[in-house]
């Protein structure tokens, strides 16, 4: 079943088996506030960390209640990967530190880590996800195989199966001053041969191109991916980011988000939302955990 | 300073017509575009390219080709320099892209600006409008420069400067947009846009004014953009940011876009080869108004 708006990830979650959802960093309102909701919607069971949290309206059971921000958020982590919680919601901003925290203790730790937004395609009406919005800062062609990878588990619990992904560039043409056009080609070929799991890659691929089946026949792209695209994968942490701000904050598309790659879902604070898309973020953790 | 295209085309309609080459116009989008900017009085056009395919695409849509002036110029690259020539000599105000790829043009562009206007770089300038934005704001360089230097982003910012202040803008307000980064080093490019700031602030980029921030969520922390303060001119790092972005703005974000490229005092602009008619004599009348005051 394919979700056709970011909306629906919450009556999907409601389906799913409630889960521990440990909350460490600062005392984010929306967040809490988000956390607590899902408490309300059936899917999340949230346990705080650390002192900051010892002044919520709520009576709730804080643990490490001695704990400053930064040591919780190790212990929250600690408690993920002993099994004793399923999620981990960090409401601070996202570090270097945290992510290696995150990484370095768990059996995930050569994997690599991404960001992917979510949003509705305002001409399909349906899921679309963008990646990498915020870790990588230039992807080599390993990395990109860890995000096509990381990524296809996202869609799947979304309900898109086999999902079609435009690897960007700035042309359809392969050039080799262009980076970008030389790794998509590369991970073109790579899914032909079936190197990159349940999955379509189609690129070099601009914009118009991708989302344009038209304009991709008349510049000689013949390809299932055009127009029909479920994931946009980017050349770089630039061009994801800085195109998920204009969607974000120039055209007010809601976009949600997920941490993937980290062996356990996070859910983390990234400055492209808006602070109602916690509650969907939490949502897909719930369903990727 | 213009709030949207409609007015960028009823300003134009006042300005015009103005004589302009068009090259490999073999297309029905694109002859019919020619026909209705000439019928509408924005442009005189010449055309450049194929003459057997240039009659045979105005003979399928129901024009005379007659009506207008041909080159016979087979060979797109020579075709394209017979254009940026014509536009060097003042015989036309600016150059349109018919149905052929960008490349040639952009070749014969660099080519004429390094001979000619070595202190200039070509870059293309996307202008755009959006829903809740009052103002129609540029987005550059998606189309020539790979990885641009600091150098080189200085030239740009001229060029995007310069056409602001054509389009009415007399002190656009510049953002060197940049993502998030994760830890407090400091990317290439935030480098690069603290030399550029001191260069703004210093008056050496003409008027203009800089945006303290590099990313839209510090300029707007809670999430509301207004008119008043949002940038006219957003400068990108790479092509690959810039070209995904400008056709995300309107394939994504439903916004309008309109390219141009420019350098050495030639503007030429660039639409996409998918675009509709429509789109072209928006383009068109964009030309125009950038070519007033003898080109950019």
């Known amino acids: 079943?394919?979700?056709?708006?970011?909306?629906?990830?919450?009556?999907?979650?409601?389906?799913?088996?409630?889960?521990?959802?440990?909350?460490?960093?600062?005392?984010?309102?929306?967040?809490?506030?988000?956390?607590?909701?899902?408490?309300?919607?059936?899917?999340?069971?949230?346990?705080?960390?650390?002192?900051?949290?010892?002044?919520?309206?709520?009576?709730?059971?804080?643990?490490?209640?001695?704990?400053?921000?930064?040591?919780?958020?190790?212990?929250?982590?600690?408690?993920?990967?002993?099994?004793?919680?399923?999620?981990l919601l960090n409401t601070d901003s996202l570090t270097s530190e945290f992510l290696d925290l995150a990484t370095g203790t768990n059996s995930a730790s050569?994997?690599?880590?991404?960001?992917?937004?979510?949003?509705?395609?305002?001409?399909?009406?349906?899921?679309?996800?963008?990646?990498?919005?915020?870790?990588?800062?230039?992807?080599?062609?390993?990395?990109?195989?860890?995000?096509?990878?990381?990524?296809?588990?996202?869609?799947?619990?979304?309900?898109?199966?086999?999902?079609?992904?435009?690897?960007?560039?700035?042309?359809?043409?392969?050039?080799?001053?262009i980076k970008s056009t030389m790794d998509a080609a590369i991970l073109s070929k790579m899914s032909q041969r079936g190197q990159l799991g349940e999955s379509v890659v189609e690129g070099p691929l601009a914009m118009d191109n991708a989302e344009s089946a038209i304009?991709?026949?008349?510049?000689?792209?013949?390809?299932?991916?055009?127009?029909?695209?479920?994931?946009?994968?980017?050349?770089?942490?630039?061009?994801?980011?800085?195109?998920?701000?204009?969607l974000s904050f120039v055209f007010q598309v809601k976009l949600c988000g997920i941490l993937t790659g980290t062996g356990i879902p996070m859910v983390v604070q990234s400055s492209l939302e808006q602070n109602d898309s916690w509650i969907y973020n939490i949502a897909l953790a719930v369903l990727m955990g | 300073?213009?709030?949207?295209?409609?007015?960028?085309?009823?300003?134009?309609?006042?300005?015009?017509?103005?004589?302009?080459?068009?090259?490999?116009?073999?297309?029905?989008?694109?002859?019919?575009?020619?026909?209705?900017?000439?019928?509408?009085?924005?442009?005189?056009?010449?055309?450049?390219?194929?003459?057997?395919?240039?009659?045979?695409?105005?003979?399928k849509i129901d024009i005379n080709p007659n009506s207008f002036e041909i080159i016979n110029e087979k060979d797109p690259q020579k075709a394209a320099d017979v254009c940026i020539d014509m536009a060097r000599t003042g015989r036309v105000c600016f150059v349109v892209k018919g149905n052929i790829i960008t490349s040639y043009?952009?070749?014969?562009?660099?080519?004429?600006?390094?001979?000619?206007?070595?202190?200039?770089?070509?870059?293309?300038l996307c202008f755009h409008?959006?829903?809740?934005?009052?103002?129609?704001?540029?987005?550059?360089?998606?189309?020539?420069?790979?990885?641009?230097?600091?150098?080189?982003?200085?030239?740009?910012?001229?060029?995007?400067?310069?056409?602001?202040?054509?389009?009415?803008?007399?002190?656009?307000?510049?953002?060197?947009?940049?993502?998030?980064h994760i830890g407090s080093f400091k990317s290439e490019i935030q480098k690069d846009a603290d030399i550029?700031?001191?260069?703004?602030?210093?008056?050496?980029?003409?008027?203009?004014?800089?945006?303290?921030?590099?990313?839209?969520?510090?300029?707007f922390p809670d999430h509301r953009i207004k008119t008043d303060n949002f940038p006219d001119i957003f400068l990108v790092p790479n092509i690959d940011t810039g070209n995904i972005l400008v056709k995300s703005i309107d394939h994504l974000g439903g916004g309008i876009r309109q390219c141009v490229t420019v350098g050495g005092e030639i503007t030429v602009l660039t639409p996409s080869r998918s675009d509709s008619s429509t789109d072209r004599i928006i383009n068109l009348s964009l030309g125009i108004i950038l070519s007033e005051q003898g080109g950019m």
């Open chain 2, 129 to 180: 409008q959006a829903d809740n934005i009052e103002k129609v704001f540029i987005i550059t360089d998606p189309g020539v420069n790979i990885h641009p230097d600091v150098l080189i982003k200085r030239k740009i910012l001229k060029n995007a400067v310069n056409a602001q202040h054509r389009m009415g803008c007399k002190n656009p307000k510049i953002m060197i947009i940049s993502s998030d």
């Open chain 2, 196 to 219: 550029l700031q001191d260069l703004i602030e210093e008056k050496k980029m003409g008027a203009c004014q800089i945006c303290s921030t590099q990313t839209l969520h510090a300029e």
């Open chain 1, 110 to 177: 050569s994997r690599v880590v991404n960001y992917i937004n979510i949003f509705t395609s305002p001409k399909e009406h349906r899921l679309t996800l963008l990646t990498d919005t915020l870790i990588n800062p230039n992807p080599g062609i390993k990395e990109k195989i860890g995000i096509i990878n990381n990524s296809i588990p996202v869609a799947d619990v979304l309900g898109i199966k086999n999902p079609n992904i435009a690897a960007l560039a700035p042309v359809e043409f392969v050039n080799p001053a």
């Open chain 2, 1 to 59: 300073m213009y709030r949207n295209f409609k007015e960028i085309e009823k300003k134009a309609r006042k300005l015009g017509p103005k004589p302009v080459a068009v090259l490999f116009p073999d297309s029905s989008d694109v002859m019919l575009a020619v026909f209705e900017g000439a019928d509408q009085g924005l442009i005189e056009p010449i055309l450049v390219g194929n003459q057997a395919k240039i009659e045979a695409s105005a003979h």
């Open chain 2, 105 to 124: 043009l952009y070749r014969s562009l660099i080519r004429y600006t390094k001979a000619n206007a070595p202190d200039q770089v070509p870059c293309t």
């Open chain 1, 1 to 87: 079943m394919e979700l056709f708006c970011i909306e629906n990830i919450l009556n999907l979650a409601q389906r799913k088996k409630r889960k521990k959802i440990v909350v460490a960093g600062k005392n984010n309102s929306f967040a809490v506030d988000a956390v607590l909701q899902s408490r309300e919607m059936g899917f999340g069971d949230p346990m705080f960390c650390g002192k900051e949290f010892s002044g919520l309206k709520t009576k709730e059971t804080i643990l490490f209640d001695n704990s400053a921000a930064t040591h919780a958020l190790g212990k929250a982590v600690g408690m993920v990967n002993d099994g004793e919680a399923d999620i």
């Open chain 1, 215 to 246: 304009a991709a026949k008349q510049k000689g792209v013949e390809s299932i991916v055009p127009g029909n695209v479920d994931i946009y994968l980017f050349p770089d942490i630039e061009s994801a980011n800085i195109t998920a701000q204009f």
